[in-house]
């Protein structure tokens, strides 16, 4: 029979899980912060993209209310409404979208430094 001492039983050490090794070193960028920018740079991303769709969305609705209210004959059978130009209906759209492009370029150029 061997004998045990316990001295080499508290010597041994409990084996620890190993640690996965990676390439990478420090922070890793995501998609977002590549396409944004991280810290400042993202924050006027953010309000250059608001800022940017706002123009986009209103410009493309006013443009398919006008195509859609264009007379395709000088009778004006064409659209189910009058044969008026939709200066309310434009107005209403951009009614949504100035408030916004005004938030966003006073949150920009308002900033205390």
């Known amino acids: 029979m061997s004998k045990i001492s316990i001295e080499s039983i508290r010597d041994t050490e409990e084996p620890q899980p190993r640690r996965k090794k990676s390439n990478i070193s420090g922070d890793v960028p995501g998609s977002v912060s590549y396409s944004i920018g991280t810290g400042k740079h993202a924050q006027d991303s953010v309000v250059w993209l608001t800022i940017r769709w ?4 209103g410009i493309t609705l006013s443009l398919v209310l006008i195509i859609f209210m264009w007379p ?3 009778d004006g059978i064409h659209p189910p409404l009058d044969a008026e130009f939709p200066i309310e209906q434009l107005k209403t759209i951009w009614s949504i979208f100035v408030p ?3 938030l966003a370029l006073g949150y920009m150029f308002g900033k205390g430094k």
């Open 54 to 57: 706002s123009f986009i969305l």
């Open 72 to 74: 395709s004959s000088p």
């Open 100 to 102: 916004i492009v005004t």
